[in-house]
T-cell receptor, first 111, second 114 residues
């Protein structure tokens, strides 16, 4: 079992729809969670971080964390073609600057 | 503030050679982490340096090494290159590598081993 798992996709949604990206992790000691977006040929950039159970909203993005279920998700409302990218879930298990990444979910938003 | 910079951006080497990659963190950031990204394995943690000390290490062979200087700039070295070392090497910096610190990534160095 991988430490951080994501559906590889591709996930295809129409413009204006809600995109839902999911991530599970295996280590209950994981304490902080990050969603990065990576455009093809570029480096990852942070979208959201979440540390406590519940929802965290930032503009069109909402991160949800459920530590009991070891599950973190990212919702993108009103999806735009510019949101088409690979979304990476990353987990910090309190090991300094060490992030464990999932394989990423490729999102395609169709006009 | 200037972002994380990495040099060189592209490298082509042959098997058996060695290579040194450089990373300059965001000003004031003291933690530098290195990652390898390949299509098959995704993003994998190599090591992290903080205050010139290696604080964490991933599951890579000893051919992969690094160091950090007093100005927080970091280098990583790969000796005796293998074809499988072809990858995008990313460095990321954060203020202190703390549990809630965001890591900011540089543009990466694309290494091709022939």
């Amino acid at each position: 079992q991988k430490e951080v798992e994501q559906n590889s996709g591709p996930l295809s949604v129409p413009e204006g729809a809600i995109a839902s990206l999911n991530c599970t992790y295996s280590d209950r000691g994981s304490q902080s969670f990050f969603w990065y977006r990576q455009y093809s040929g570029k480096s990852p950039e942070l979208i959201m971080s979440i540390y406590s159970n519940g929802d965290k909203e930032d503009g069109r993005f909402t991160a949800q964390l459920n530590k009991a279920s070891q599950y973190v998700s990212l919702l993108i409302r009103d999806s735009q073609p510019s949101d088409s990218a690979t979304y990476l879930c990353a987990v910090n298990r309190n090991q300094g600057g060490k992030l464990i990444f999932g394989q990423g979910t490729e999102l395609s938003v169709k006009p | 503030k200037a972002g994380v910079t990495q040099t060189p951006r592209y490298l082509i080497k042959t098997r058996g050679q060695q290579v040194t990659l450089s990373c300059s963190p965001i000003s004031g950031h003291r933690s530098v982490s290195w990652y390898q990204q390949t299509p098959g394995q995704g993003l994998q943690f190599l090591f992290e340096y903080f205050s010139e000390t290696q604080r964490n290490k991933g599951n890579f062979p000893g051919r992969f090494s690094g160091r950090q200087f007093s100005n927080s700039r970091s280098e990583m070295n790969v000796s005796t290159l293998e074809l499988g070392d072809s990858a995008l090497y990313l460095c990321a910096s954060s203020p202190a590598g703390g549990i809630t610190d965001t890591q900011y990534f540089g543009p990466g160095t694309r290494l091709t081993v022939l």
